[in-house]
């Protein structure tokens, strides 16, 4: 494993460490910053690795910002220099270098953790301010315990920063109903790649608010976000369910999450595990909430196949709702989820207990030498209209024994209207999924050019309300994964899945190398590309331009343009590796 890692990491650092230009440029900088914070260039070890384990390179400093003057102070230099690169670190929870400089400066983001915190209400809703370097799960403890107030959209772990997680999209079960964190943020604070702090939200130097969020990094470095919060509940009942057939997962799947507000759970997400005993990891043991509860194997059809597949949902409660009415939603819901007979999992915990709960892994993970292992993580959204063909390739032939962790699968929403409160599901029958209309109405959208659409909503007794509104307001309002943000989506339909194969394994020999479980990611990739699949890689990697090209298809030359605004010099997150510092 050494072995490999040290040819891994080689081939990696070819080109990234200092050179002497870019050390002679370090003292003169280095007196002229005149920062608060810190700037170390011995002790980089931090900077030159993340969770993935695979990639290493050297920077020429770390540096611990104070406050965004600081982080400004470090990027104007850079500009002024002419080969130098910044990229901010949040908690270098990538896998594939993405927060790494070689040969330039990193920002160690953490140090700016406490710079913000402030409950903000504006026109009746409520923010909460926080830092680009605060972990999550220091914003939901201050959140929660100070004011009883949470974020609405979250990841499955909370050992990530806001910056990190809005240069991407941050999922998890709540993205259904609330879109990804970056659909949950009213305003940031950003220093650009010219080294200029500004504040954007969606109307003031809107360009940029939405090039940051999903931006990888490229246009600037996020030292405030104005994130939207609500009420924090107490309690929530987690469940499991289990299904032998793909078909039953995904419709049971897709009906909780087409559901409005009120009438479904308010987390659902769902994963993929073996049909074995064998397997501690990826087996039936993943599946109960609690030691105390057995798997019972006899309930498994005799016709299940060498995987199964488990429907997670999780419904809040306060503590003084009544235990009945908590056991009547529940069940009332349960019911029309057609699961294997007694194949139900459920455990009570604490709201924040239940978004800590990977925390709880990562002990056992940190325990059991896995957290420290390289981690070839692959992460995919899959439109609905694939998702049966990669189950019956991918999950039930190439994953067939597991990848040793996670293999998560669930659906997610693209536009918001299935959610309006108070409508009414097309039907309470989950073999029939259309989007919802308001009760007693229908609704409708048609284009009328010239970036124009007029909206309709037919009401009771046939009266016809119509608007018409410009194409950017039907897509704030029609959209949860607003288009205008750089994140990167399938081309078609409202579902669609992320799938997430979260490898926990123990160093080799005990298992595969890490060289062949990316050559596994790889293949998987290339059966989709070759079937030609509808999907997009999450927390994407790729080596070269023409890659990201295609990965952001007709996005790409918008992308291209606001990076030629916002970071001409190409300075920022070059970990990245979509463009080149320009000398
Ligand atoms: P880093 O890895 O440090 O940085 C990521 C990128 O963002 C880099 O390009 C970096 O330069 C840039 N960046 C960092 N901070 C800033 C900033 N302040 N401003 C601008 N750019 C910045 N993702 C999900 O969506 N859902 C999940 O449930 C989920 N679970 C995860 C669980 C684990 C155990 C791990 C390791 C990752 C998980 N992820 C999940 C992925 C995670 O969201 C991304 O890897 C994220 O980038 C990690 O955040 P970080 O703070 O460590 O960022």
């Known amino acids: 494993?050494?072995?490999?890692?040290?040819?891994?990491?080689?081939?990696?650092?070819?080109?990234?460490?200092?050179?002497?230009?870019?050390?002679?440029?370090?003292?003169?900088?280095?007196?002229?910053?005149?920062?608060?914070?810190?700037?170390?260039?011995?002790?980089?070890?931090l900077a030159g690795k993340d969770f993935g384990g695979m990639y290493t390179c050297e920077p020429l400093a770390?540096?611990?910002?104070?406050?965004?003057?600081?982080?400004?102070?470090?990027?104007?230099?850079?500009?002024?220099?002419?080969?130098?690169?910044?990229?901010?670190?949040?908690?270098g929870h990538s896998i594939n270098g993405q927060a790494m400089s070689g040969g330039g400066l990193v920002m160690d983001m953490r140090s700016t953790a406490g710079n913000h915190f402030e409950v903000v209400r504006i026109n009746g809703e409520t923010f909460v301010d926080v830092s680009g370097g605060a972990l999550w799960e220091d914003v939901l403890k201050r959140c929660v315990l100070e004011y009883k107030l949470a974020p609405r959209s979250w990841t499955d772990y909370l050992g990530l920063t806001v910056g990190g997680t809005l240069s991407n999209a941050g999922v998890s079960g709540q993205a259904f109903r609330f879109g990804p964190q970056t659909g949950n943020v009213a305003e940031l604070d950003v220093v650009t790649g010219k080294g200029e702090l500004m504040t954007c939200n969606e109307n003031e130097n809107s360009d940029l608010f939405f090039g940051a969020l999903g931006g990888l990094g490229q246009f600037g470095i996020v030292t405030r976000a104005r994130v939207v919060v609500q009420s924090?509940?107490?309690?929530?009942?987690?469940?499991?369910?289990?299904?032998?057939?793909?078909?039953?997962?995904?419709?049971?799947?897709?009906?909780?999450?087409?559901?409005?507000?009120?009438?479904?759970?308010?987390?659902?997400?769902?994963?993929?595990?073996?049909?074995?005993?064998?397997?501690?990891?990826?087996?039936?043991?993943?599946?109960?909430?609690?030691?105390?509860?057995?798997?019972?194997p006899s309930r498994i059809p005799p016709t299940a196949g060498p995987v199964l597949y488990c429907l997670e949902v999780?419904?809040?409660?306060?503590?003084n709702d009544h235990p009945s009415k908590v056991d009547k939603d529940v069940n009332s819901l349960l019911g029309g989820l057609g699961f294997i007979e007694d194949m139900k999992f459920q455990v009570d915990v604490s709201y924040v207990d239940f978004l800590l709960r990977v925390k709880h892994a990562e002990v056992s993970a940190r325990a059991n030498g896995t957290w420290d292992a390289p981690h070839p993580w692959l992460n995919m959204f899959v439109s609905k209209r694939d998702i049966a063909d990669f189950d019956r390739v991918v999950f039930k032939g190439m994953l067939k024994r597991g990848v040793g962790g996670p293999m998560?699968?669930?659906?997610?929403?693209?536009?918001?209207?299935?959610?309006?409160?108070?409508?009414?599901?097309?039907?309470?029958?989950?073999?029939?999924?259309?989007?919802?209309?308001?009760?007693?109405?229908?609704?409708?959208?048609v284009g009328l050019g010239r970036g124009k659409y007029a909206a309709g909503v037919v009401l009771k007794r046939g009266v016809f309300l119509a608007i018409i509104l410009s194409k950017s307001i039907v897509k704030s309002l029609w959209l949860k994964w607003d288009n205008r943000t750089s994140v990167a989506l399938p081309a078609d339909g409202e579902i669609f899945y992320l799938v997430a194969l979260l490898r926990f394994t123990v160093p080799y020999p005990k298992a595969p190398s890490a060289e062949k479980m990316v050559s596994q990611n790889k293949e998987i990739v290339q059966f989709c590309v070759n079937e030609g699949l509808d999907f997009k890689l999450y927390l994407p990697h790729y080596q070269s331009e023409e890659e990201w090209r295609r990965h952001f298809g007709s996005q790409w030359p918008r992308f291209v343009e606001?990076?030629?605004?916002?970071?001409?010099?190409?300075?920022?997150?070059?970990?990245?590796?979509?463009?080149?510092?320009?000398?």
């Open 1 to 45: 494993m050494i072995a490999y890692l040290e040819r891994f990491i080689h081939e990696n650092d070819s080109e990234s460490r200092p050179d002497d230009d870019e050390k002679d440029q370090l003292p003169n900088m280095r007196h002229s910053l005149d920062l608060q914070g810190t700037i170390d260039c011995v002790a980089t070890g």
């Open 62 to 91: 770390l540096i611990r910002p104070a406050n965004p003057d600081d982080v400004a102070r470090v990027v104007k230099a850079a500009y002024r220099s002419p080969s130098l690169t910044v990229a901010a670190r949040g908690n």
């Open 232 to 296: 924090a509940p107490d309690m929530v009942r987690w469940i499991r369910v289990v299904y032998s057939e793909f078909e039953d997962f995904t419709r049971y799947a897709e009906w909780l999450v087409t559901r409005p507000e009120g009438k479904s759970f308010d987390y659902v997400e769902g994963f993929v595990f073996v049909n074995s005993v064998d397997d501690p990891a990826n087996g039936w043991p993943t599946v109960p909430l609690d030691p105390d509860q057995g798997f019972d």
């Open 314 to 319: 999780a419904l809040h409660y306060r503590k």
């Open 408 to 445: 998560l699968v669930y659906p997610l929403l693209r536009s918001k209207l299935m959610r309006a409160k108070g409508s009414k599901s097309s039907s309470q029958n989950p073999t029939s999924h259309a989007i919802a209309p308001p009760p007693g109405s229908s609704w409708g959208k």
């Open 562 to 583: 606001r990076k030629a605004s916002f970071d001409p010099l190409a300075i920022l997150a070059p970990g990245q590796k979509i463009f080149k510092r320009v000398s």
